[in-house]
């Protein structure tokens, strides 16, 4: 069980395992675009490359869906990144039963966007938990762990290709591990939890109150969605590359305090936030030295708006 990109690895992975796939199950074709046409899932993709039965089902708590599930007959059901909670019915079904492939160290990062919000919070290690499910938001008592590193030039968007081929190889070895009897199943410390909500386009409204390490942070953790993003006058700038500097300035949060060819300076609550990679309407991503060509920008401009 599987929608999006980061669920590819881990159905490659069990493709290419002595295991069998007995079939896919993978969210509806969404409509995207100015078009609105439908697209399939990534998921789904790959399954019918490799010519594997896919259900996708509208809904999943049906007798329907399970009455399906359950002619397959799965010893072991593996989900990654599916996008729906389990419920009994279904989490009762494998008698090895339901295996998830999580994008956080757990307990931390509990929740649909684990890999923005590391980065968002400036994290320097992340990583794959598998976990037995049930039918909480990620409670599930741990089986095996994987760490990779966050470098401070990552995004979102860098580190989740990373993160979902650890997630494929954890899902191998926890299967391996799992049939031969020799993994335990391990409680999470609650009290160490976090969450890690589900992303929304509003989240990207930057708040130039907030330290400037901690706006280069989350104009990482925001890329590529939903994207951090500003305004200046009518006028939005989505914010793609930034960096947080050592200089000080007791200018209001949001105030373009200095401009040259490589940034555009802004302070924040904390310190000076130098914008390197921007974007308005109906343009393209450009470094700032590109913009600056056909944009005149000066210091004192005043950016952010409660309205936007």
Not at 48 to 66: D, H, N
Not at 285 to 293: E, I, T, Y
Request: with cysteine; hydrophobic share 45%.
């Amino acid at each position: 069980m599987g929608t999006p990109e980061f669920a590819v690895p881990s159905l490659e992975a069990l493709l290419g395992s002595e295991d069998h796939v007995v079939g896919v199950v993978t969210q509806p074709d969404r409509p995207k675009g100015r078009g609105h046409e439908l697209v399939a899932p990534p998921v789904k993709l790959v399954a019918e490359r490799a010519g594997i039965p896919l259900l996708q089902p509208l809904k999943i708590r049906t007798p329907e869906f399970l009455q399906a599930l359950s002619a397959w007959q799965p010893d072991l059901i593996a989900v990654t990144a599916f996008g729906r909670i389990l419920h009994t019915p279904i989490l009762r079904l494998p008698a090895m039963g339901c295996v998830n492939v999580h994008g956080s160290l757990l307990p931390k990062y509990r929740g649909a966007a684990p890999v923005q919000w590391a980065v968002i919070n400036g994290e320097t290690k992340t990583g794959i938990t598998t976990m037995l499910m049930d039918e909480g938001m990620d409670t599930g008592p741990m089986l095996l762990q994987g760490e990779l590193d966050i470098s401070l030039d990552d995004t979102a968007g860098t580190l989740a290709p990373r993160m979902a081929e650890l997630g494929g190889q954890l899902l191998i070895k926890t299967i391996a591990q799992l049939k031969a009897g020799t993994l335990v199943p391990k409680r999470q410390d609650d009290e160490q939890a976090t969450m890690a909500p589900l992303l929304k386009k509003e989240d990207g409204l930057i708040d130039w109150t907030m330290n400037a390490t901690s706006l280069a942070n989350r104009v990482r953790g925001l890329s590529p969605w939903p994207g951090a993003f500003t305004c200046l006058g009518e006028g939005r700038w989505n914010i793609w590359k930034a960096v947080s500097t050592v200089g000080m300035t007791t200018d209001k949060p949001g105030t373009i305090v200095a401009v040259n060819k490589q940034a555009i300076l802004v302070a924040t609550g904390v310190g000076v936030l130098e914008i390197r990679e921007i974007q308005t309407a109906n343009s393209k991503r450009m470094s700032v030295g590109q913009f600056l060509a056909g944009h005149r920008v000066t210091a004192g401009m005043q950016l952010g708006s409660s309205t936007a």
